[in-house]
Structures are given as structure tokens and as C-alpha cells.
């Protein structure tokens, strides 16, 4: 079975930074995935962070991190990133990463299919 | 950026009902459509994409319908492990937008 494992949450100051990792295991080709981040703050839904394109050519934000977190890949070592800086107490969530399929033409054909269990970022002083 | 509403926010219902949520978008997003289920403490799970094909391994119970901005979710005959809160999704445009999601309560 297809497993994302996220890691590098934790408790961080205001203005403080972070780097998340998500470890794709079992996947048959993880270069070949298109990946996103999605945040849930306590007690709140799902908004979506980031995307990024299987290649890693294609990027997008949220508006509310846009200039602030960085999305990117490491396909030789199945990994995915989300480096976050100037965190703000909004920014306090559970982040899961989560594949998508593409197809020619259509990005994430078949919605997010697998996600990671997810990691807890507390921004707090 | 796109908003999407669902209605209702809260359900209330017993095993055995069939339910639907709605969901609205602010403008067309042809089947650009997902749903997801999520448990207390779990990781969200996709039920349908594309608005209406069911993901693998989803029972044949759960389906949704529509296109363009009014979507429903619909479960036919509520087992114990559908209580859950559904979220649906937009994936026409960035930024993907979600739904405030729909808590399913046993009534």
C-alpha cells in the first residue's frame, strides 16, 4: 500500500521557521505525482496550501502563505517539502501532505487520493 | 478564488437513512469535484472525484451528482462507520478551495 509519512513539525515562536517533510513510501513512481499540502487549524476544515507539479515546474499558493512558505521536491529521494517561514499564530494546523494524479491537459484528474497521517505546527510564544 | 458551500452544516441521522449534502460553488467548475470523509484524528479520505466516479475500494452506497456550481452527496443506507464530517472540494482552479464541511451525526 501507498504511504506518505510527514515529519518536522513542533512548537515554534512567532516569526519563527520551519521545514515539513513528507517521505513517499510504496509508490511506484513518485516522480511521476503531482503533490500538495493541506493545513486543518484545531477545530476548523480543510484549506488547501500549496501544489506542485510532478516535475516540480508548476507551483502554487494559498494566498494566505504566499511570499512566506516554499514548496518543493526531491524525486531521487521520493520526498516532498514545505519550508515555512515569518509563521504567525494562523499558520497553527495539522499539515498533510497529498498526492494527486494528472492526466494530459488536467491536473489532478482524480482529486487528492492519498494522504499523509499528517504533523502538527504550533505557532505559539 | 472560488467559494464553496455546503448546506447543512450539521446532519442528523440513524443507520439505515439515506442522507445528501449539497454543495455550491461560486461559479462553474464543470465536474471539477471531490469529496472527502474524515474521522476524528484521521487524515481526510476521497469518497468521489470528478463529481461523481467513485474512488477505488468506496462502498457503492456513497455517490455524487451534478455539474457546474450545485453538487450532491448522497448516501443510501448510513452504516455505523459513515459518521463522519464530508468535505467537498473544488480542483477547477487555484486556489483549491474546500467546503466548511458537513458533520454527520447519529441521531
Known amino acids: 500500500e501507498v504511504q506518505l509519512v510527514e515529519s518536522g513539525g513542533g512548537l515554534v515562536q512567532p516569526g519563527g521557521s520551519l521545514r515539513l517533510s513528507c517521505a513517499a513510501s510504496?509508490?511506484?513512481?513518485?516522480?511521476?505525482?503531482?503533490m500538495n499540502w493541506v493545513r486543518q487549524a484545531p477545530g476548523k476544515g480543510l484549506e488547501w496550501v500549496s501544489y506542485?507539479?510532478?516535475?516540480?515546474?508548476?507551483?502554487y499558493y494559498a494566498d494566505s502563505v504566499k511570499g512566506r512558505f516554499t514548496i518543493s521536491r526531491d524525486n531521487a529521494n521520493n520526498s516532498l517539502y514545505l519550508q515555512m517561514n515569518s509563521l504567525r499564530a494562523e499558520d497553527t494546523a495539522v499539515y498533510y501532505c497529498?498526492?494527486?494524479?494528472?492526466?494530459?491537459?488536467?491536473?489532478?484528474?482524480?482529486?487528492?487520493?492519498?494522504w499523509g497521517q499528517g504533523t502538527t505546527v504550533t505557532v505559539s510564544s | 478564488d472560488i467559494q464553496m458551500t455546503q448546506s447543512p452544516s450539521t446532519l442528523s441521522a440513524s443507520v439505515g437513512d439515506r442522507v445528501t449534502i449539497t454543495c455550491r460553488a461560486s461559479q462553474s467548475i464543470s465536474s471539477w469535484l471531490a469529496w472527502y470523509q474524515q474521522t476524528p484524528g484521521k487524515a481526510p479520505k476521497l469518497l468521489i472525484y470528478k463529481a461523481s466516479s467513485l474512488d477505488s475500494g468506496v462502498p457503492s452506497r456513497f455517490s455524487g451528482s451534478g455539474s457546474g456550481t450545485e453538487f450532491t452527496l448522497a448516501i443510501s443506507s448510513l452504516q455505523p462507520d459513515d459518521f463522519a464530517t464530508y468535505y467537498c472540494q473544488q480542483y477547477n482552479s487555484y486556489p483549491y478551495t474546500f467546503g466548511q464541511g458537513t458533520k454527520l451525526e447519529i441521531k
Open positions: 506542485i507539479s510532478a516535475g516540480g515546474s508548476n507551483i
Open positions: 497529498a498526492r494527486c494524479v494528472a492526466v494530459p491537459a488536467t491536473e489532478c484528474y482524480y482529486g487528492m487520493d492519498v
Open positions: 510504496r509508490f511506484s513512481t513518485f516522480s511521476s505525482y503531482e
